[in-house]
């Protein structure tokens, strides 16, 4: 089934992109790799910045505890 008057020619035409289109799709594929990393260290770091910020928040939360009792059984 000929679709038209250039189907060899167009085929002739085109034929030498499917290495550029390759080079291409690797290319566009290597920043999602990048991406998907950086986006799974970001979330590792979120994880830790917030069990850090969890520990702080306690520490504080201790040591206003205790400046407040250490102030009722002086006075």
Known sequence: MNKGPDTEKSKEKYSG???LR???AITAAQPEREDRSYSE???N???KFEAI???VVMMGAMG???SF???YTRG
Request: proline content about 5%; overall charge negative.
């Open 69 to 71: 009792r250490d102030i």
């Open 53 to 55: 910020s969890q520990d």
């Open 22 to 24: 390759q080079a291409l």
């Open 64 to 66: 206003m505890i205790c």
């Open 41 to 43: 260290e970001m979330s």
């Open 45 to 47: 770091c979120a994880t």
């Open 17 to 19: 992109r499917a290495p």
